[in-house]
Every structure is written in structure tokens, then in C-alpha cells.
């Protein structure tokens, strides 16, 4: 049997897609997918058990959070490079930091867990985090939460 020219394999494969295409329809001729009702019952859990381990599904709530960023001089900074990690809440819920300790935390962010942060957008984000109005009531004192900002914190629950 003589094998088929590129050209010849190329037109089927092009014959082939397009069947496949038709086939699927176009996008809006699907039926959409029923929302999921703010009251509708979890699921009930699954196990699967296979040579002594046994694996259960759970369901999670997660809290909604529609928190953002205050207006304020490099609002725009903050909100376009820490939201895409964590919530507003996060930042706005911690307790008063320094400048320094700031900086720590926003180097770790970007060291150790490689948050897409600019090194030149550091400065401006510690401005904005430092001149929050809870942190001006309670400057803080001591050492930086984190004192080695490349190291990442030990949450294996261990006491060490």
C-alpha cells in the first residue's frame, strides 16, 4: 500500500475537524447548564475505598468577600497586584505593621509563594499599607512578623 501524500493527509485531517465541528454545533445551540441555587443541597458525600484507604468527598463553604482596596494614593498599585492572590480583607484585616514589617511580608509574598509583584511597585505597596487608617492608630513595635522574609513559615502544626 503506497502511503498517502502530505497534502492528501492534510485534506483529511481538515475533512475530519469539520466534521467534528458540525457535529459539536455551533456554541449557542447548546442547552445551558442550570444555575446553582444559593439554597440547594450539598451533595451527598462520595467514598471510594480501594486496598486499605478510603477516600470521602466533602463540600466547603467559602465566604464571599466583596471587600476592595480604600481610594487612596497607589490604590490602583495594591489593587492590581495583590488581589490577584488573596482577598482585600486580608491585608485590611491585619494587625498594625510597621514599614519595615511590611516590607517583609511583601518580599516574602513575592520570594517564597512568587506573587506576580514588580519589584518597583514594593515601595508604593507598603505606602499604601502603612498609611491605612488602623495601621496609623497602632504603630507596631518589635521585630518583623517574619524575620526572614525568603523563608517560608512552618505550618506543619509541629512544636518544633
Given amino acids: 500500500m503506497k502511503t498517502p ?6 485534506a483529511g485531517l481538515i475533512g475530519l475537524t469539520g466534521i467534528i465541528l458540525i457535529s459539536i454545533g455551533a456554541p449557542s ?10 439554597t440547594s443541597e450539598p451533595a451527598p458525600p462520595v467514598s471510594v475505598s ?9 463540600s466547603v463553604d467559602l465566604p464571599v ?11 490602583d498599585v495594591i489593587n492590581a497586584n495583590c488581589t490577584s492572590c488573596h482577598s482585600a480583607s486580608m491585608a485590611l484585616t491585619q494587625p498594625a505593621l510597621s ?8 518580599t516574602k509574598m513575592r520570594e517564597v509563594y512568587k506573587a506576580p509583584v514588580a519589584e518597583k511597585d514594593v ?10 487608617p ?8 518589635g521585630k518583623a512578623q517574619d524575620p526572614d522574609p525568603k523563608v517560608a513559615p512552618d505550618v506543619s502544626g509541629g512544636t518544633g
Fill in 65 to 75: 468577600d466583596d471587600a476592595s482596596y480604600p481610594d487612596g494614593p497607589h490604590a
Fill in 99 to 106: 514599614a519595615a514589617q511590611w516590607k517583609a511580608t511583601v
Fill in 123 to 132: 515601595d508604593a505597596i507598603v505606602a499604601y499599607l502603612t498609611a491605612m
Fill in 134 to 141: 488602623h495601621q496609623k492608630a497602632a504603630p507596631a513595635t
Fill in 29 to 38: 445551540s447548546r442547552k445551558a447548564s442550570a444555575p446553582i441555587s444559593e
Fill in 50 to 58: 480501594a486496598r486499605g484507604f478510603s477516600l470521602t468527598s466533602t
Fill in 5 to 10: 501524500s502530505p497534502g492528501i493527509m492534510a
